[in-house]
């Protein structure tokens, strides 16, 4: 064969789907590998803040005002109520319903932007400075990690549904969506330890 090796086709790939969604798709991997290393992040805060706590003969020290629970409560009773829309659009993106999608992200995306306005208030009234003491700046610590992480899904969801808005969607883009959902569920369940130590724990000791 004129030193040519020959050839030889050992199956048809043609039949097998463009893309998947959940556990089918790597980037599904990849969302969860990222929540599992946030989540070790906000581990790690909470330990030093327990190990402070520890140390400390008064928590918060004398001298320091517990913060308010008016604002965290209403913070997080919408945040905790979000995971029912959120819920939802999981449902919708299964069911392949472009419509509904389209319409549960851009509630979320409102949902996302009424948490941060509540997150700012509840930020005025934690009562320490973050360079106070050990104590402010633990407590500073974990309120803006996780603020961190609600600020950055909202813009993900935002950016998420104009493009679900402006273009043609997908098998890709619907997998991007239940990404999205999911990581949402993250970021609820990061915020019950870390509500529990801020603003219950110092009341219980």
């Not at 040519?4 to 050992?10: K, S, T, Y």
């Not at 805060?45 to 320091?64: E, T, V």
């Not at 829309?85 to 996302?112: C, D, E, F, Y």
């Not at 998420?160 to 949402?184: N, R």
């Amino acid at each position: 064969m004129n030193g040519e090796r020959a050839l030889r086709r050992v199956g048809d790939l043609a039949g097998l789907p463009t893309s998947a969604q959940g556990p089918r798709n790597l980037v599904w991997w990849g969302n969860i590998s990222f929540m599992a290393i946030e989540g070790t992040g906000f581990a790690l805060a909470i330990g030093a803040c327990l190990y402070l706590l520890g140390q400390s003969p008064h928590w918060p020290p004398p001298g320091d005002s517990l913060p308010g629970l008016g604002w965290s409560g209403a913070f997080t009773l919408a945040l905790v109520l979000s995971e029912l829309p959120n819920l939802w659009l999981i449902r919708q993106v299964r069911a392949k319903s472009i419509a509904r999608v389209r319409l549960g992200m851009l509630v979320m995306t409102l949902i996302g932007i009424a948490l941060i306005g509540l997150r700012w208030f509840e930020l005025q009234h934690l009562n320490v400075g973050w360079d106070h003491d050990a104590y402010g700046s633990t407590v500073w610590m974990l309120m803006v990690l996780h603020t961190s992480h609600v600020v950055t899904e909202l813009v993900e969801t935002a950016v998420l549904t104009v493009w679900l808005y402006t273009h043609e969607v997908g098998d890709d883009q619907l997998g991007d969506v239940e990404d999205d959902a999911d990581y949402w569920t993250f970021v609820i369940l990061a915020w019950v330890p870390i509500y529990l130590l801020v603003y219950w724990v110092p009341r219980w000791l």
